[in-house]
């Protein structure tokens, strides 16, 4: 069964600081991985995905995350983080369509605060 | 990009009643939609998976009696709690994908969710 799991519950960093969220999934096959955020009261939005090619991804706002398939991991990074990266952070995978997959597996979340 | 949303973003019912929560895509046609729940400071759980025109798929554990879907246009997706209890507390997310991106790679969109809160 798919899973995907975040490592750290709550991260507490001071602005400037490097940031690094861990993500290990479990599905062995091809998957497309994501990393959503959540700022508070809003909705869900995509920082970025990774679907095939380059496991280096760029995202939005200055994220990124790298795919390492032999560690079944996404990991989300960002050199810097502002007080306006304090969220919600969600990896979340998906099996291909084509396998009649298509649903959207989240991890349990980080929070993230960001000390001005 | 694509926008979902929801109506109402928050309610407030009493026990033994009955409320149903609208998912809208607004500037796209989605032939799938999923509906989540997501309790505090934990993540979102997928509830089912509604496809327009035919019935929804349930995850495991979700009971298909008490959360009524109906996906009847191609832009619209409703969630129905009856018989609400205090314990369905909690915030619905719905989700649209667009069509638009073929194959794999297709876009899935989040509207801002619903509280419910059952007294």
């Known amino acids: 069964a798919q899973s995907v799991s975040q490592h750290n519950h709550h991260v507490i960093l001071s602005e400037a600081a490097s940031l690094e969220l861990g993500c290990n999934y479990s599905y062995g096959g091809t998957v497309n991985l994501f990393w959503y955020v959540q700022y508070p009261g809003q909705h869900l939005q995509l920082l970025l995905k990774y679907f095939s090619g380059d496991p280096l991804v760029k995202g939005i706002k200055g994220f990124e995350a790298e795919f390492i398939k032999s560690k079944f991991s996404f990991n989300l990074r960002k050199p810097s983080v502002q007080w306006s990266d304090t969220a919600e952070y969600f990896c979340?995978?998906?099996?291909?369509?084509?396998?009649?997959?298509?649903?959207?597996?989240f991890g349990q979340g980080t929070e993230l605060s960001v000390k001005p | 990009g694509a926008v979902v949303s929801q109506h109402p973003s928050w309610v407030i019912c009493k026990s033994g009643t009955s409320v149903k929560i609208e998912c809208r895509s607004l500037?796209?046609?989605?032939?799938?939609m999923f509906w989540y729940r997501q309790f505090p400071k934990q993540s979102l759980m997928l509830m089912a998976t509604s496809n327009e025109g035919s019935k929804a798929t349930y995850e495991q554990g979700v009971e298909k009696d008490k959360f009524l879907i109906n996906h009847a246009s191609l832009t619209l997706s409703t969630l129905t709690v009856t018989s609400a209890h205090p314990e369905d507390s909690s915030f619905y997310i719905c989700s649209a994908r667009n069509p638009g991106t073929s194959g794999m790679s297709y876009e899935q969109y989040f509207g801002p969710g619903t509280r419910l809160t059952v007294t």
């Open positions: 979340a995978t998906r099996r291909p369509l084509r396998w009649r997959g298509g649903k959207l597996i």
């Open positions: 500037d796209f046609q989605a032939t799938t």
